[in-house]
């Protein structure tokens, strides 16, 4: 490990970076490999692959056991999962979505050609505001898509109590939330359902794959129906389905890290706790806190950098970068930025200035089972030095920059 006093060891500064190999915000979390291994062997054995197998059957079960819910679809994604219960609730015209979200919560409203409408957040708990909802409905809005953003809680009730004042349906996109409680309950049983993501950079991953758990049992029917083409039995098809089934391969991936999930939340818990130690500290940044009454799964450390920090977000996240520490700007610069929405809304910036200001200020730090103590420590002792100059680091920077570009 190179010494890091001062800015010359910095890698902005030509100095080696701090780490040979890139540490990365989404390092998949593995659970056994033997025990994968065997469920693989068994999957060979029966030739069976897809298509509501066993083992799909059977992580379905311990999903609605362990997040204590009557029904558990698995999907091939969650972006799928979304799709899908968007759709099995029939919303339709308009929903309200917060802007400040990873994209596909807005694609999978707009894929079906329903408008995504963007409403701000509250500052600091970085998810919807229930007044802020409350003035985008128009007669046109059907429902009002929550995120439950790092893993905490959206304020379910003030958005449930506008969602009954004004009729309108109330599910969640809960993709970070595998494993989080909110009073007490696990967040999957708030709203009509709530959709996971357990895509590989998830600190609970199947590979590839998501679902939606729901007390509706109808929902819940209509659901299976869709993700297998709308087929009710051999040669019968009774609704217009598509394919969002998920496979025996990504199940056996599920039921093998359920089985490590303590120890995943448990390093995710050490290693969120020693970057608060260590970059609280520092006087700018703040790291996201989670509320210890609740279960959380800690798989995002967010730091927000505020103005007293001599140096800009994305010059942080620069100098990270070349010292391979692959920080990520989540998530800016927020969906309706983004080019299939930038033309729908030209003004809606106006309208987000919250959204704006956090998306402007976060930087997401690498987590999970892959990362320890002494690579945290690390990662501080590179903030310490940014934070005692900006004239240097900015230099430096752009003498790298004018090297790349005669290079
Ligand atoms: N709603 C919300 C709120 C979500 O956050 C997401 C997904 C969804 C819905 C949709 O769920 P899915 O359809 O994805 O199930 C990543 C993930 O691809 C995405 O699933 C996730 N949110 C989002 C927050 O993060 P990117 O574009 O940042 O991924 P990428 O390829 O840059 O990977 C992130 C880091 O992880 C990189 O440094 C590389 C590393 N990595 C990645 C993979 C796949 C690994 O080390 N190993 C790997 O296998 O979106």
């Not at 996971?196 to 590839?208: D, M, R």
């Not at 120890?263 to 050490?270: I, P, S, T």
């Not at 977000?313 to 990520?328: F, H, M, P, S």
Request: a negative charge; glycine letters at 6%.
């Amino acid at each position: 490990m190179k010494p890091l006093n001062s800015f010359a060891d910095l890698a902005i500064h030509g100095a080696p970076p701090a780490f040979a190999e890139p540490l990365h915000v989404g390092r998949p979390n593995l659970g056994s490999r033997e025990a994968f291994l065997r469920y693989a062997n068994e999957i060979f054995d029966r030739r069976w692959l897809s298509n509501n197998g066993p083992l799909v059957q059977a992580f379905e079960r311990r999903l609605a056991e362990f997040l204590g819910v009557k029904q558990c679809v698995a999907m091939c994604n969650g972006t799928i999962a979304l799709e899908i219960a968007i759709r099995a609730l029939e919303l339709q015209g308009e929903v309200i979505v917060p802007s400040y979200t990873f994209i596909a919560t807005a694609h999978a409203l707009q894929w079906q050609e329903i408008t995504p409408v963007f409403a701000d957040i509250d500052p600091h708990t970085h998810n919807l505001d229930p007044e802020a909802v409350r003035r985008m409905i128009t007669p046109r809005t059907t429902g009002i898509l929550g995120v439950h953003l790092w893993g905490r809680a959206c304020p379910v009730a003030a958005l449930q109590a506008v969602a009954e004042e004004y009729r309108l349906k109330l599910m969640f996109d809960a993709s970070h939330a595998f494993g989080c409680t909110q009073g007490g309950a696990p967040i999957g049983t708030l709203g009509e359902c709530a959709v996971f993501s357990f895509h590989a950079t998830k600190f609970f991953n199947t590979f590839e794959g998501g679902a939606v758990v729901t007390d509706n049992e109808d929902l819940a029917a209509k659901m299976r129906l869709m993700k297998n083409f709308g087929f009710s039995g051999y040669d019968n098809v009774i609704y217009p389905g598509t394919n969002g089934k998920m496979t025996e391969m990504a199940a056996a991936m599920g039921l093998v890290n359920l089985d490590a999930l303590d120890e995943f939340v448990a390093a995710n818990r050490r290693n969120h706790a020693v970057y608060a130690r260590r970059l609280n500290a520092i006087e700018g940044l703040s790291v996201l806190a989670y509320d210890d009454r609740e279960q959380n799964n800690y798989q995002y450390v967010v730091v927000e950098v505020g103005n007293e920090f001599p140096m800009s977000r994305d010059e942080i996240v620069r100098a990270l970068q070349a010292e391979n520490v692959l920080a990520r700007r989540y998530f800016w610069p927020g969906c309706h930025n983004m080019l299939p929405y930038r033309a729908f809304y030209p003004h809606a910036g106006l309208l987000l200035p919250n959204t704006a200001q956090v998306a402007d200020r976060v930087i997401v730090l690498p987590t999970g089972a892959t990362i320890g103590e002494s690579e945290i420590e690390t990662i501080a002792d590179i903030f310490e030095i940014l934070s005692r100059s900006k004239a240097f680091a900015s230099s430096a920077m752009n003498r790298q920059e004018r090297c790349r570009e005669l290079s």
